[in-house]
């Protein structure tokens, strides 16, 4: 069984917490800053401050997932 390594991005690392389907919120300065300050990133994005987040990033890609099919969803059923 082969390992995959993940590319260093936002939305693989520990620090992140994704707010949307598209961006988050960097805490690596959780303590030291004013939580409504944390940068916006996008999911994409990455730095040098980077640290694997493991299994949760596989719950963050399925929380996307399922917002994504639920705006789907909601389009779908407003065209009638």
């Not at 069984?1 to 949307?20: E, G, N, Q, V, W």
């Not at 730095?47 to 779908?76: F, M, P, T």
Request: aromatic content about 8%.
């Amino acid at each position: 069984m082969a390992i995959r390594k993940f590319k260093r991005t936002c939305l693989s690392c520990k620090h992140y917490r994704p707010t949307d389907e598209v961006q988050g919120k960097c805490r690596v300065d959780k303590g030291n800053i004013d939580p409504s300050v944390y940068p916006l990133m996008n999911h994409e994005d990455g730095c040098d401050l980077w640290k694997d987040a493991g299994q949760q990033y596989h719950i963050r890609v399925g929380w996307i997932r399922n917002l994504k099919s639920r705006k789907e969803g909601n389009k779908a059923g407003s065209k009638d």
